[in-house]
């Protein structure tokens, strides 16, 4: 199975391939571009073809809307248009699932102003939660760029794509068809935070 995944919930443009659940390749792109403007031209340089795919993966967030949006509406377009599945996933959740550290886990993404984390036990992680900095108990983990100052684990880089292809992987691998079209929409979350 080959999954084309795709990230555009921040500045950079991010897009993996996951051949039989092994990355076959990862593009990331930081430029000054807006999604809108990259996105088109840089599948086309890649000669990326929906039909080439058995299935996709998308960023449902966190991350700036318009930008989480314009990705899902692809995705989704495609999908539709070439009936095939698609799976969202949430990059807080990739974070939790995907970093190697101890429990409690908690994935920070700093959006604007706003740091919106999740905290993650063994066996559950809590809803979306928003605040001004990251909490300062168990495992704090964030990216280099959004400059969470109380973060304990800071990475340079963290590939939302690759890690939510082999999401979907595992999920479209065990029988499931894929997420309704119609319901696959960005991560709304409510800011707790007061002006």
Request: charged fraction near 20%.
């Amino acid at each position: 199975m080959k999954i084309f995944s795709l990230d555009t919930s921040f500045s950079f443009l991010n897009f993996s391939v996951i051949d039989n659940g092994k990355l076959a390749f990862l593009c990331y792109l930081d430029n000054s571009k807006k999604t809108l403007e990259n996105l088109p031209k840089v599948l086309l340089e890649y000669n990326v073809k929906p039909q080439d795919y058995d299935a996709f993966a998308i960023s449902v967030g966190a991350g700036y809307l318009t930008s989480v949006r314009i990705g899902i509406t692809f995705i989704k377009t495609w999908a539709y248009l070439f009936n095939k599945p698609v799976v969202g996933y949430e990059n807080l959740e990739m974070m939790a699932k995907y970093i190697p550290v101890d429990f409690p886990k908690i994935p920070c993404l700093k959006v604007s102003h706003t740091v919106f984390y999740r905290v993650a036990e063994k066996d559950r992680i809590s809803e979306v939660k928003t605040s001004k900095e990251c909490p300062s108990e168990g495992h704090t983990i964030s990216l280099k760029e959004h400059g969470i100052q109380s973060s304990k684990i800071v990475l340079e880089f963290f590939p939302f794509s690759t890690y939510g292809g082999m999401y979907a992987y595992e999920k479209l691998s065990s029988g499931y068809k894929g997420d309704h079209l119609f319901f696959l929409e960005p991560l709304y979350v409510t800011s707790s935070l007061t002006p």
